[in-house]
Each structure stands twice: as C-alpha cells, then as structure tokens.
C-alpha cells in the first residue's frame, strides 16, 4: 500500500491538509483533487486554518484544467505488500496525531500522523500497489495491456480516487506494466521456485496540464 516513485517529477508539489472522511481511505496512488472545505468541523492545523481561504485535497476523480495530482501518503511497499517506512517511532491507529513536548512523535508524517499528505502533480512514472485500484481493476489493466487509460472515481464513496479501467471523469493516467521482485538483499518468488507475485503497477500520471 503506497505510491512508489520511480521516474516522477523533481518535486512533489506539496503537502497538504486532507479531507478527514479520506484519511482512513488513502492507502497511496490514488487521484487526489483540491476542493474548498465543504464543512466548518473539518479539523486542520495551525498552518492551514490560519490561511484565509480555506483548501484541500479529497479523493476524487480527475479533471481536466483542475489541480489533481497522486496521493503519497508516507508509506512505502515491502515484498509482500506491507508498510515499510511508515512510521519511525510508533503507529497512529485512527486519529491523527498531536503536538507532544513541540514535536509529533509519530512519523515520518502520514496522513494518520499529520492530516496531511504528499501530493505529486508532475508528470512521470509513478508505482502504486493494488490497493489504489477498484478491486477486480488491476487484473482489467493488465488484460488491455500497455497505455490502457485509468481514470479517478468520483468523490463520495468508500472508493473515491482509486483508480479503474472504466471511463469516470477525465483520463488520469496510462497503465504500462507490471513489477516484481525488486529486492536485492533477498531471494526472489522467481529464484525460489515460488509463483512470481506483483509487487506494484508501473503508471504514467501525465499531469493536470495534460
């Protein structure tokens, strides 16, 4: 579960706070889009409520001419799919953390850890695992084959942002190939014997100036 960065922009654009509904949803990979606040209990923290207009990124379908990009939400993959680099000193399980002593002591930031979340917005080569798709939908990928079209779901249900085959909104990005058996300090499925699993999903976000 995460958005693995291979051949990406420079810089990501930013982070940024997150709708409170997403946070839970967000695994990595998924669209992203930035929205007004749409409620007055929407949690932020100093540096983001202080701001006069007040602005997300919520899960959501891609759209032409607005600013999207693809949510990292501080997680990276190991070989069998479970967080790596999560969290430095300790998990957050449900809420987000608080200031202790001046310093959050749950890192390195996460949405679960901040509220917030790395979006990247530039274009390039982007590796997302397969919990950023609607299930079913990357097996449907592989089976069209390279610079198939995936798109964003809609804002508003347990899968918004996650990524599909079936035509929602405006093309998101292309899907080019699959990975597997990346690691070179252990011994691959493949070496051993063992059916070859698929680490993440090799996809070409094009930008939102596309």
Same mark, same amino acid.
């Given at each position: 579960m995460a958005? %693995?960065?291979?051949? !990406?922009?420079l810089? !990501?654009?930013g982070?940024f706070?997150?709708?409170? +509904?997403?946070?839970?949803?967000? @695994?990595g +990979? =998924?669209i992203a889009k ?5 409620s007055a209990t929407e ?6 409520s202080?701001n006069?207009?007040l602005?997300?990124?919520q899960?959501d379908?891609? *759209?032409?001419g607005r600013?999207?990009?693809? %949510?990292?939400e +501080?997680? #990276?993959?190991? =070989?069998d799919?479970? !967080? ?5 000193l $300790?998990? /957050?399980v449900? %809420?987000?953390?608080t200031? %202790?002593?001046? *310093?959050?002591k749950?890192?390195p930031? @996460?949405?679960?850890?901040t509220g ?5 917005h530039?274009? &390039?080569l982007y &590796?997302v695992?397969? =919990?950023a798709f609607?299930? $079913?939908? !990357?097996?449907a990928?592989?089976?069209a $084959?390279?610079n198939?079209s995936l798109f964003?779901t ?5 899968? /918004?942002?996650?990524?599909?085959t079936? *035509?929602?909104g405006n093309e998101?990005?292309w899907?080019i190939?699959?990975?597997? &058996? @990346? #690691?070179l300090?252990s011994?691959?499925?493949?070496a051993?014997?063992?059916a070859?699993? @698929?680490e993440y999903h090799?996809?070409y976000f094009?930008?939102?100036?596309k």
């Open positions: 958005l %693995v960065l291979l051949n !990406p922009g810089r !990501p654009l982070q706070d997150f709708a409170d +509904g997403d946070a839970s949803k967000a @695994t +990979g =998924e930035i929205v007004t606040y749409s949690a932020a923290a100093a540096d983001v202080d006069r207009d602005v997300h990124f899960l379908s891609f *759209s032409d600013l999207c990009g693809l %949510v990292d +501080g997680q #990276s993959p190991s =070989e799919n479970t !967080p790596g680099y999560g969290t430095l $300790g998990q /957050a449900g %809420v987000n953390a200031m %202790v002593d001046g *310093s959050i749950v890192g930031s @996460t949405v679960y850890g917030k979340a790395t979006i990247w530039q274009a &390039g &590796g695992t397969e =919990e609607i299930s $079913g939908q !990357p097996a990928a592989v089976a $084959g390279i198939t964003g809609a804002t508003g249900g347990s899968t /918004a942002g996650k990524l599909t079936v *035509s929602t998101a990005a899907w190939s699959r990975e597997a &058996g @990346t #690691s300090v011994t691959t499925n493949s051993a014997g063992a070859i699993a @698929t090799i996809i094009p930008g939102p100036t």
